[in-house]
Structure formats: C-alpha cells, structure tokens
C-alpha cells in the first residue's frame, strides 16, 4: 500500500476517527465522492479494520478504482475478506422492504463478527441513494439515521454515509444533516454544531427543540467571538510589548554600537601618517555601509515602535508619520487631527488608530496606485472617527470582501480586526478608476 503523508487536513481528520463516528458525506460530484471515499476505506485497511462498502448508484468495480488509484492494493484486502463490497438490496433493503431495525441489527451482527475475526474495528461505507426508489419502510431514513446514534457508541463500528446533493431534495438533507454528529462536504469534515441526539430528533417536540438549539448557538457565536476579540486584543498587546522592547534595543543599542563604530572609523587615520588612497577609499565605503546600516535600524526601530507617541501624543506622532511617509513614497499625504489632542486615550486605542492609518497608506502606496491621500481622524463625540481617502485606483468592493478570506493580503482584514477590538464599525467606498474611501467610527470610552 502506498504510504500517504499524514500532513494535510482531510488525511488528519480521517486518521483521528474512532469506532464510533457517524459520519454523512454530502457530495456534489465524483470528483468529490472519490477525494473522500478512497480515503476514508484506505485509513481503516491501514488500521487492519474490516471495511464494508454498501454500494447502489456506484458499482464495485468503481470502488475498487477508486482504491487503486489512490495506491490500494486491493486484492489481497479482498481475499482474505478484510475489504467486502455488497449491494444495497442485500443490506439497506433486503427483501424490497427497508426496515431500521433489521439494518441495525445487521451492523452489529457484521461488527461482531469482525472483532471476533481479529479486526479492530468495522469501518463501514454506504451509498443512501437506495431512498429515491420509495419502496416500503424509506420513509423511516432519518429516523434510522438518528438511532444510528444510540447504536455507534461502545459498539466498535463506525461509518460514512453518503449522499448525492444532485439527487437528493434539500429538506431531506436538511434532516440528514441533523441526524449526524460529523459532516463531510467535499473534503471538508467539519463538527456538526446542527446535530440532534436521537431522544431529541425522535421526541415529542423536535422543532422546539431545534429552535432552543439554535438560540443557543447564536449565544454560543457572541461569546466565542467574544472571547477571539479578547483574546486578540491581548495577543496585540503582546505584540506591541515586544515590539517596544526590540525598537528600545534596536534604538539605544544597536544603532548606538553601529554609530560608535562609524565615527572610530572616520577618525581612524587621525594625526597618522598620510594614508594610502585605496585604504581610504575602502574606509569610506565601509562607513557607507554603516551609514546605510545605521539608517536601516533606526528605520525598523521607527516602524517598530512610533516615535513620539509616548511623549508628544497621538495627533504629533501622527503628523509625523505621514510628513515621513510621503518623504520616502513621494505621495501627496495630508494629515488632519482635530479634537483629538484634548482627548485621553489609552495606549491601547492610541496603538491601534496609529497602526490603522499605517496600515491604510501602505496599503494604498502598494495598491492603489494613487499619487495623492488624506488621512482625517476626528474627535466627534461620544464618537471618533477615521477617514482613509485616495485618489487610486479604486476596486470592486463587493468582490474584494468575497474574496477577502482567501487572498493573501491582509490590508482590509487587518483594518476591519482593528475596528472591531475598538467597538466600532468600517465602511469602504470604491470603485474602479474612483479611488477609495475607508470610513472608521467607534465611541471614545474616556
């Protein structure tokens, strides 16, 4: 069998499954069924489980390519009987007639019988398509699906039910959904926070139930998000500690070693001899370089930690910035702070304001192409509120926000992570060849 990396997410996940998981696939193409199926059997010959596959729309001879492209050799699996593929009409519905108790009956005969055989566990794999045909007893699926969940813990059997999204009706999967404690959609497995134990899917008063449920996971949503923008804010915090410990040692050690050497090599040949021209040629390249170094240091030592912010406040540190920032871009940068210097902000509103407007230039130097931006932060209470404005470019706001989690720069996430540790909301206005416009509003605690 072909040795398979244990590194990416959905190898992982299926290594980590136990006799016990209930799992539905839902599908919506062979590529997706063969990505999860061939791995999810190779996992339980790998971990010498005896794998049954209940096969209906596929045939065996699909399953068995599915195994085999992914590195399976199946004959031998196959005759020493740990891999067995069956048709749904010798399990699911035996005699034409689907009956809940008989399959449940079946799976712990098979489990049993597997365990006494030597195997681990019984892993088992089956198609539902068997449910579109209507015959007798198909309108009990979900209720088997949710006994299922009684059945599964302790008994040493787990499975992969799989439905076909193409063929199947949405209310159906609906119901699919709740019945099972884990979901595969595509490759993904995710925990099922839909999920309803059998007594509460089979009760008295299902509905209800599923609305409490789902009242208590909005609750659950506010205090996980919550606890992320708490446990955000600290991770911040943390980062501007030692952002301000490595500016302090950058600063005052660094660049002061560096400054010290480069005035001993200036003064180096002081009341010596006339020098040779190639060694004083080589000194003033090597203070040169020291002078690029120095200015390097200091320079990261800036970016590291404001300069000012402690001493002069927020709104001069600001005005700094931006003078410093369309020095070295060559980009018009207005810088306007009104109210804000009668205002007492904490370091941490202080940090974030500045690290947004940083933020929001380098974004527009790189992107936007704009020869011109305003910056505007204003106190207008209870609320301040920041202005990003240039003249660039501009985007497709509604496709960039669509994209947002899968592009790799972070400029509106980091901005929009920032507006919510302060309270407050973004709006962003663009559109191509209009520029952009970034409003920032969140009340002022002080």
Not at 181 to 186: D, E, K, R, T, Y
Not at 304 to 309: C, E, T, V
Not at 347 to 372: C, P, S, V, W
Request: charged share 25%; glycine share 6%.
């Amino acid at each position: 069998m072909t040795a398979h990396p244990k590194t990416n997410e959905l190898e992982l996940r299926l290594w980590a499954l136990h006799p016990g998981a209930h799992i539905c696939c839902l599908f919506g193409s062979e590529a997706e069924h063969r990505a999860l199926l061939a791995p999810f059997m190779r996992h339980g010959l790998e971990r010498y489980e005896k794998v049954l596959s209940i096969v209906e729309a596929h045939t065996a001879e699909q399953i068995l390519a599915y195994l085999s492209a992914d590195g399976v050799q199946v004959n031998p699996f196959l005759q020493n009987g740990q891999l067995k593929i069956i048709k749904a009409d010798e399990t699911y519905i035996r005699g034409g007639v689907f009956d809940p108790e008989g399959m449940i009956a079946l799976l712990r005969a098979e489990t049993q019988r597997a365990l006494e055989e030597g195997y681990s566990a019984l892993r088992v794999t089956g198609e539902m398509s068997w449910a579109l045909k209507g015959l007798p007893g198909s309108e009990r699926l979900i209720e088997y699906e949710a006994r299922l969940n009684a059945f599964f813990p302790g008994s040493g059997c787990l499975a992969l039910c799989q439905y076909d999204r193409r063929r199947f009706d949405t209310h159906v999967l609906l119901n699919v959904l709740e019945a099972h404690p884990l979901v595969a959609i595509g490759t993904e497995i995710y925990d099922n926070f839909y999920y309803m134990p059998p007594q509460e899917l089979l009760g008295a008063d299902p509905l209800g139930v599923k609305l409490n449920s789902w009242l208590d996971h909005l609750r659950e949503r506010k205090r996980s998000e919550t606890q992320i923008r708490t446990l955000t804010r600290k991770l911040m915090k943390t980062q501007e500690d030692e952002r301000r410990m490595i500016s302090r040692e950058l600063h005052d050690r660094v660049s002061q070693d560096l400054s010290t050497i480069k005035i001993a090599m200036e003064t180096l040949f002081d009341h010596q001899p006339a020098t040779a021209p190639e060694i004083s040629h080589k000194v003033s390249r090597l203070t040169g370089f020291l002078d690029r170094a120095i200015f390097t240091v200091r320079d990261l030592a800036y970016d590291l930690r404001p300069p000012g912010l402690d001493e002069m406040g927020l709104a001069q540190a600001l005005v700094m910035y931006c003078d410093d920032f369309a020095e070295k871009t060559r980009m018009r940068v207005e810088c306007h702070c009104v109210g804000i210097e009668k205002l007492k902000l904490d370091f941490n509103t202080q940090i974030n304001l500045y690290r947004m407007i940083q933020e929001g230039l380098n974004n527009t130097h790189k992107h936007a192409d704009a020869t011109r931006a305003i910056v505007k932060l204003t106190a207008a209470y209870p609320n301040i509120i920041l202005r990003i404005e240039d003249d660039g470019k501009g985007f497709d706001v509604e496709k960039r926000v669509r994209e947002i989690d899968s592009e790799k720069r972070m400029g509106l996430r980091s901005l929009q992570e920032r507006t919510d540790l302060l309270g407050g909301v973004m709006l962003v206005t663009s559109k191509p060849g209009q520029g952009t416009k970034i409003l920032i509003k969140f009340p002022y605690k002080g």
